[in-house]
Protein backbone atom coordinates (compact mmCIF):
# COMPACT_ATOMS: atom_id res chain seq x y z
CA UNK A 1 0.00 0.00 0.00
CA UNK A 2 2.76 2.70 0.62
CA UNK A 3 4.26 1.80 -1.97
CA UNK A 4 1.49 2.28 -4.21
CA UNK A 5 0.88 5.79 -2.66
CA UNK A 6 4.58 6.21 -3.61
CA UNK A 7 4.12 5.32 -7.06
CA UNK A 8 0.85 7.90 -7.48
CA UNK A 9 3.09 10.58 -6.31
CA UNK A 10 6.16 10.00 -8.65
CA UNK A 11 3.39 9.74 -11.28
CA UNK A 12 2.15 13.09 -10.38
CA UNK A 13 5.26 14.42 -10.65
CA UNK A 14 5.94 12.99 -13.99
CA UNK A 15 2.77 13.82 -15.27
CA UNK A 16 3.07 17.76 -14.09
CA UNK A 17 6.76 17.97 -15.43
CA UNK A 18 5.58 16.28 -18.67
CA UNK A 19 2.90 18.96 -19.04
CA UNK A 20 5.36 21.79 -18.08
CA UNK A 21 7.61 20.69 -20.61
CA UNK A 22 5.25 21.30 -23.31
CA UNK A 23 4.56 24.69 -22.59
CA UNK A 24 0.63 24.21 -21.77
CA UNK A 25 1.06 24.01 -17.60
CA UNK A 26 -2.13 24.93 -17.34
CA UNK A 27 -3.38 21.54 -18.72
CA UNK A 28 -1.74 19.79 -15.44
CA UNK A 29 -4.94 21.09 -13.82
CA UNK A 30 -7.47 19.39 -16.05
CA UNK A 31 -5.51 16.20 -15.09
CA UNK A 32 -5.55 17.42 -11.44
CA UNK A 33 -9.57 17.69 -11.86
CA UNK A 34 -10.21 14.07 -13.56
CA UNK A 35 -7.81 13.00 -10.52
CA UNK A 36 -9.82 14.21 -8.07
CA UNK A 37 -13.47 13.33 -10.18
CA UNK A 38 -11.88 9.69 -10.38
CA UNK A 39 -11.08 9.85 -6.68
CA UNK A 40 -14.88 10.90 -5.39
CA UNK A 41 -16.87 8.02 -7.73
CA UNK A 42 -14.18 5.43 -7.67
CA UNK A 43 -14.67 5.34 -3.79
CA UNK A 44 -18.08 4.80 -4.00
CA UNK A 45 -18.21 1.85 -6.78
CA UNK A 46 -16.09 -1.27 -6.34
CA UNK A 47 -12.97 -0.74 -8.00
CA UNK A 48 -9.06 -0.76 -8.00
CA UNK A 49 -8.26 2.69 -7.02
CA UNK A 50 -4.44 2.04 -7.51
CA UNK A 51 -5.69 1.21 -11.44
CA UNK A 52 -8.22 4.02 -11.13
CA UNK A 53 -5.63 6.41 -9.86
CA UNK A 54 -2.88 5.86 -12.23
CA UNK A 55 -5.26 5.83 -15.25
CA UNK A 56 -6.69 9.14 -14.66
CA UNK A 57 -3.51 10.91 -14.06
CA UNK A 58 -2.05 9.36 -17.40
CA UNK A 59 -5.38 9.63 -19.60
CA UNK A 60 -4.24 12.97 -21.68
CA UNK A 61 -0.37 12.71 -21.43
CA UNK A 62 -0.36 10.71 -25.15
CA UNK A 63 -2.38 13.44 -26.85
CA UNK A 64 -0.26 16.05 -25.36
CA UNK A 65 3.36 14.84 -26.06
CA UNK A 66 3.04 13.03 -29.09
CA UNK A 67 -0.19 14.64 -30.91
CA UNK A 68 -0.06 12.55 -34.09
CA UNK A 69 2.09 9.48 -33.17
CA UNK A 70 -0.45 7.92 -30.66
CA UNK A 71 2.50 6.49 -29.21
CA UNK A 72 1.75 4.63 -26.03
CA UNK A 73 5.09 3.99 -25.32
CA UNK A 74 5.75 6.89 -22.55
CA UNK A 75 2.99 5.40 -20.43
CA UNK A 76 4.27 1.77 -20.73
CA UNK A 77 8.20 2.67 -20.12
CA UNK A 78 7.37 4.93 -17.23
CA UNK A 79 5.05 2.31 -15.36
CA UNK A 80 8.00 -0.42 -16.00
CA UNK A 81 10.60 1.27 -13.94
CA UNK A 82 8.27 1.62 -11.23
CA UNK A 83 7.68 -1.93 -11.20
CA UNK A 84 4.71 -1.72 -11.44
CA UNK A 85 2.80 -5.28 -12.14
CA UNK A 86 2.37 -6.72 -15.57
CA UNK A 87 -1.32 -6.73 -15.03
CA UNK A 88 -1.87 -3.72 -13.73
CA UNK A 89 0.05 -2.01 -16.68
CA UNK A 90 -2.20 -3.46 -19.28
CA UNK A 91 -4.80 -2.64 -17.87
CA UNK A 92 -3.77 1.19 -17.50
CA UNK A 93 -2.74 0.95 -21.22
CA UNK A 94 -6.40 -0.46 -22.09
CA UNK A 95 -8.26 2.36 -20.43
CA UNK A 96 -6.34 5.19 -21.54
CA UNK A 97 -6.63 3.82 -25.44
CA UNK A 98 -10.06 3.62 -25.25
CA UNK A 99 -10.74 6.84 -22.91
CA UNK A 100 -11.04 9.56 -25.47
CA UNK A 101 -14.57 10.88 -26.26
CA UNK A 102 -14.94 10.12 -30.37
CA UNK A 103 -18.49 11.67 -30.72
CA UNK A 104 -21.31 11.21 -29.70
CA UNK A 105 -22.56 7.84 -32.45
CA UNK A 106 -19.27 5.74 -31.43
CA UNK A 107 -20.33 3.16 -29.23
CA UNK A 108 -17.43 3.02 -26.17
CA UNK A 109 -15.67 0.10 -26.10
CA UNK A 110 -14.98 0.88 -22.25
CA UNK A 111 -15.02 -3.02 -21.08
CA UNK A 112 -13.84 -2.67 -16.70
CA UNK A 113 -15.63 -0.87 -14.21
CA UNK A 114 -11.71 0.98 -13.69
CA UNK A 115 -12.10 2.00 -17.00
CA UNK A 116 -15.70 3.29 -16.65
CA UNK A 117 -15.16 5.17 -13.43
CA UNK A 118 -12.16 7.28 -15.27
CA UNK A 119 -14.25 7.79 -18.39
CA UNK A 120 -17.06 9.27 -16.47
CA UNK A 121 -14.34 11.53 -14.19
CA UNK A 122 -13.14 13.02 -17.71
CA UNK A 123 -16.87 13.33 -19.17
CA UNK A 124 -16.91 15.57 -16.10
CA UNK A 125 -14.86 17.75 -16.76
CA UNK A 126 -16.12 18.75 -19.75
CA UNK A 127 -19.84 19.59 -18.14
CA UNK A 128 -20.88 21.76 -15.07
CA UNK A 129 -19.15 24.97 -14.44
CA UNK A 130 -15.70 23.66 -15.24
CA UNK A 131 -16.81 22.59 -18.51
CA UNK A 132 -18.68 26.38 -19.11
CA UNK A 133 -15.31 27.48 -18.54
CA UNK A 134 -13.75 25.24 -20.85
CA UNK A 135 -15.63 25.23 -23.93
CA UNK A 136 -14.90 29.39 -24.06
CA UNK A 137 -11.66 28.99 -23.35
CA UNK A 138 -11.36 26.75 -26.40
CA UNK A 139 -13.35 28.43 -28.61
CA UNK A 140 -11.70 31.26 -28.04
CA UNK A 141 -8.36 29.61 -28.73
CA UNK A 142 -10.10 29.00 -32.07
CA UNK A 143 -11.31 31.90 -32.90
CA UNK A 144 -14.62 30.77 -32.41
CA UNK A 145 -17.84 33.23 -31.53
CA UNK A 146 -19.36 32.76 -28.24
CA UNK A 147 -22.76 32.79 -29.87
CA UNK A 148 -24.31 33.88 -33.29
CA UNK A 149 -27.97 33.08 -33.91
CA UNK A 150 -27.97 32.53 -37.61
CA UNK A 151 -25.31 29.54 -36.99
CA UNK A 152 -27.21 26.31 -36.04
CA UNK A 153 -25.98 23.59 -34.14
CA UNK A 154 -25.74 20.03 -35.91
CA UNK A 155 -25.72 18.08 -33.20
CA UNK A 156 -24.48 14.69 -35.42
CA UNK A 157 -21.70 16.62 -36.82
CA UNK A 158 -19.62 16.51 -33.88
CA UNK A 159 -16.83 15.19 -35.62
CA UNK A 160 -17.20 17.67 -38.71
CA UNK A 161 -17.28 21.05 -37.28
CA UNK A 162 -15.30 20.25 -33.52
CA UNK A 163 -11.65 21.26 -34.36
CA UNK A 164 -12.83 24.17 -36.95
CA UNK A 165 -13.33 27.94 -36.61
CA UNK A 166 -17.09 27.97 -38.06
CA UNK A 167 -19.42 26.96 -35.49
CA UNK A 168 -19.73 28.28 -31.75
CA UNK A 169 -18.94 28.18 -28.31
CA UNK A 170 -22.88 27.74 -27.60
CA UNK A 171 -23.80 25.55 -30.39
CA UNK A 172 -20.65 23.33 -28.58
CA UNK A 173 -23.14 22.62 -25.79
CA UNK A 174 -25.84 21.52 -28.72
CA UNK A 175 -23.34 19.12 -30.31
CA UNK A 176 -21.52 17.48 -27.25
CA UNK A 177 -21.60 18.71 -23.61
CA UNK A 178 -25.49 18.01 -23.64
CA UNK A 179 -25.72 14.74 -25.03
CA UNK A 180 -22.43 13.98 -22.51
CA UNK A 181 -25.31 13.23 -19.60
CA UNK A 182 -26.70 9.90 -21.41
CA UNK A 183 -23.40 8.35 -21.95
CA UNK A 184 -22.42 8.30 -18.31
CA UNK A 185 -21.29 4.38 -16.98
CA UNK A 186 -21.46 4.55 -13.55
CA UNK A 187 -24.32 5.41 -10.94
CA UNK A 188 -22.14 7.76 -8.97
CA UNK A 189 -20.94 9.51 -12.38
CA UNK A 190 -25.06 9.43 -13.33
CA UNK A 191 -25.72 11.60 -10.38
CA UNK A 192 -23.12 13.93 -10.74
CA UNK A 193 -23.91 14.61 -14.50
CA UNK A 194 -27.18 15.06 -14.35
CA UNK A 195 -26.65 18.04 -11.46
CA UNK A 196 -24.06 18.88 -13.80
CA UNK A 197 -26.57 19.00 -17.16
CA UNK A 198 -29.26 21.15 -15.38
CA UNK A 199 -26.82 23.84 -14.48
CA UNK A 200 -25.61 23.85 -17.58
CA UNK A 201 -29.04 24.44 -19.33
CA UNK A 202 -29.73 27.44 -16.82
CA UNK A 203 -27.05 28.65 -17.76
CA UNK A 204 -27.90 28.44 -21.67
CA UNK A 205 -31.65 29.78 -21.14
CA UNK A 206 -30.25 32.77 -18.88
CA UNK A 207 -27.33 33.05 -21.69
CA UNK A 208 -30.51 33.17 -24.74
CA UNK A 209 -32.46 35.57 -22.81
CA UNK A 210 -29.66 37.98 -22.57
CA UNK A 211 -28.84 37.84 -25.87
CA UNK A 212 -32.23 39.24 -26.79
CA UNK A 213 -32.35 41.90 -23.71
CA UNK A 214 -35.42 39.97 -21.89
CA UNK A 215 -35.12 39.69 -18.47
P1 LIG B 1 -11.57 15.82 -23.79
O1 LIG B 1 -11.04 16.43 -22.51
O2 LIG B 1 -12.85 15.10 -23.56
O3 LIG B 1 -10.54 15.05 -24.56
P2 LIG B 1 -11.36 17.78 -25.93
O4 LIG B 1 -9.88 17.66 -25.95
O5 LIG B 1 -12.14 17.40 -27.14
O6 LIG B 1 -12.02 17.04 -24.69
O7 LIG B 1 -11.75 19.25 -25.53
C1 LIG B 1 -11.22 19.89 -24.41
C2 LIG B 1 -12.21 20.91 -23.90
O8 LIG B 1 -12.53 21.82 -24.92
C3 LIG B 1 -13.55 20.29 -23.47
O9 LIG B 1 -14.04 20.94 -22.34
C4 LIG B 1 -14.44 20.52 -24.66
O10 LIG B 1 -15.80 20.64 -24.33
C5 LIG B 1 -13.91 21.82 -25.20
N1 LIG B 1 -14.12 21.85 -26.64
C6 LIG B 1 -13.78 20.91 -27.56
N2 LIG B 1 -14.19 21.26 -28.79
C7 LIG B 1 -14.80 22.46 -28.64
C8 LIG B 1 -15.46 23.37 -29.53
N3 LIG B 1 -15.53 23.11 -30.83
N4 LIG B 1 -15.98 24.51 -29.02
C9 LIG B 1 -15.90 24.78 -27.72
N5 LIG B 1 -15.31 23.97 -26.81
C10 LIG B 1 -14.77 22.83 -27.27
NI1 LIG C 1 -9.12 14.46 -20.52
Excluded at 43 to 67: C, G, P, R, T
Amino acid sequence: MKNKEKIIKQTIRFVKNTLEGEGSGHDWWHIYRVWKNALFIGKKENVDMFVVQLSALLHDIVDWKFQEKNDFKIVKEWLEKLNVDKNVISHVLDIIKEISFKGVNVKSKIKTREGMVVQDADRLDAMGAIGIARAFAYGGSVGREIYNPNIKPKPNEFFKTTKKKKGTTINHFYEKLLLLKNLMNTKTGKKIAKDNHNFMKKYLEKFLKEWEGKY
